[in-house]
Structures are given as structure tokens and as C-alpha cells.
């Protein structure tokens, strides 16, 4: 399956560019922002809060994006924006209050890299939502199919669909992120939109979900999660 791709020498941030989102959460991105310190990827900030952090802006190395447009922008139309500034050959975006395991975008892209036909990659995510006190997990997404590599892209869509496995934080192929994001209209349901993606990076080019923890990312509560994963599952 994989092949040498002979891209280890290049490096992270001319491969990767890392979108972080964020709206009024000042504190969840500084916490991200040095959460991801030591990953060397090429890191954009779009923030769509209804002031911009003058502190965060002036963050050397740090390319800070913020419009008062995109206040009352939906996700896909604020993840185009900074799909905008990227130049680099693959990207991920995260919600600020979510965490990426560097180790794991590090497997993802290099699985892209060795496979020119794969469009996206992936591993396994939890859930986690803060408690005075504690931490409480719960368990986002379940086993699946691992591989889909059929010729046929019909074919590779009807396996998927079943599976209602989020690819919002896949690595993925620029071009391909870039040609969703800018084909979405601002009033599309969040739902219907992560559903739309992930039938058109499945049906684009195949797609791997790797064995491996992914990411973990914030939720309201666990019964928010079920009606989310509810409705895309009934859509």
C-alpha cells in the first residue's frame, strides 16, 4: 500500500498548515496555542471573535487572521476564509478547544505523502467535557473500516456513510479541503455541512482511518454528542 515518498526531509511547515478556530475564546487559545508550541507546522488562527487579540496578533510566527465578517460567519464559510492563506500541500483544522495529537498528525500526513491516491487520514477521536474537579470521557468515535481504497468512488461512499465518522480534523490534501469549504453557502445546517464533507472527501479520493488515537475534543455533554451523532446518523 504505501510507497517512499522521500518528503521526511522537508520541513513540517511546508508540509502542514494547522487551522485553529476560534470565536470569544480567549482562553481556550491560549491554551491551544501552547498546546501546539512544539509542533512545527504552519499554524493560522482564524478567529471570528467580535474584537481581535491585539496580544495574539502581534505572536511572532504566527499568522492571525480576524474580519468582522466572519462573526456571524458559519464554520465552513470561516475555515474557506483561512483555507485562503494556506500553502502548504496538506492542512487540518481544530476548534480551539479541541487537542490534535502531534504524533498522530504526524502519521496521518506522512500516510498522504506515501499515498498519492488517499485524499484524507485520520485516526480515532474521544470526547471530553471539564467538571469542577475532573475530566469526564466519552467515547466519540467507534471501530471501523480502516480502508477505503475501491476504484469506485460510489463504492467507497456507500461503505462510509454507514460508518457517521466525523472528518472535519482530517489531514487532508489542500486542494482538496479548498474546493468543499469555498462550495459551501453560509446558511447550510452544521449538521448537513460535516455530512456533505464527508461524502465529498470519500467520493474525491480514498480515505484511511489510521488505528491510532487521534484527537480529543470538547463537548458540551454527553447527551448533546448523542443528538449531534443522532442527526447526522438520520440524515
Not at 500526513?109 to 469526564?136: H, I, K, M, R, W
Not at 480502516?146 to 462510509?160: H, K, P, Q, S, T
Not at 469555498?182 to 464533507?197: L, N
Request: proline share 4%; aromatic share 8%; glycine share 6%.
Amino acid at each position: 500500500m504505501q510507497s517512499h515518498s522521500g518528503n521526511e526531509h522537508t520541513a513540517l511547515n511546508q508540509r502542514l498548515t494547522l487551522l485553529l478556530m476560534a470565536k470569544d475564546q480567549p482562553d481556550f487559545l491560549r491554551r491551544a496555542l501552547k498546546y501546539y508550541s512544539q509542533f512545527p507546522c504552519t499554524l493560522i488562527v482564524v478567529d471570528a471573535s467580535a474584537q481581535p487579540d491585539a496580544e495574539i496578533a502581534g505572536t511572532a510566527g504566527l499568522h492571525y487572521l480576524h474580519s468582522d465578517a466572519l462573526a456571524s460567519a458559519s464554520l465552513g464559510v470561516r475555515v474557506a476564509e483561512g483555507l485562503k492563506q494556506v500553502t502548504t500541500p496538506f492542512v487540518v483544522q481544530a476548534p480551539v478547544d479541541s487537542f490534535l495529537l502531534p504524533d498522530a498528525l504526524s502519521a496521518a500526513l506522512s500516510f498522504l505523502e506515501a499515498n498519492p491516491t488517499y485524499g484524507a487520514c485520520q485516526g480515532y477521536s474521544l470526547s471530553y467535557q471539564a467538571q469542577v474537579g475532573q475530566v469526564d470521557y466519552f467515547r466519540r468515535d467507534r471501530k471501523t473500516c480502516e480502508d477505503y481504497a475501491a476504484d469506485d468512488a460510489g463504492e467507497r461512499v456507500l461503505g462510509f456513510m454507514s460508518e457517521s465518522l466525523s472528518l472535519l480534523s482530517a489531514v487532508t490534501r489542500t486542494e482538496l479541503a479548498q474546493q468543499w469549504f469555498t462550495s459551501v453557502t453560509d446558511d447550510t445546517e452544521p449538521h448537513w455541512q460535516e455530512i456533505g464533507h464527508m461524502n465529498y472527501l470519500v467520493a474525491a479520493a480514498r480515505l484511511r482511518i489510521l488505528p491510532i488515537a487521534y484527537a480529543l475534543h470538547f463537548t458540551s455533554g454527553k447527551q448533546a454528542e448523542l443528538r449531534h451523532g443522532a442527526a447526522i446518523a438520520a440524515a
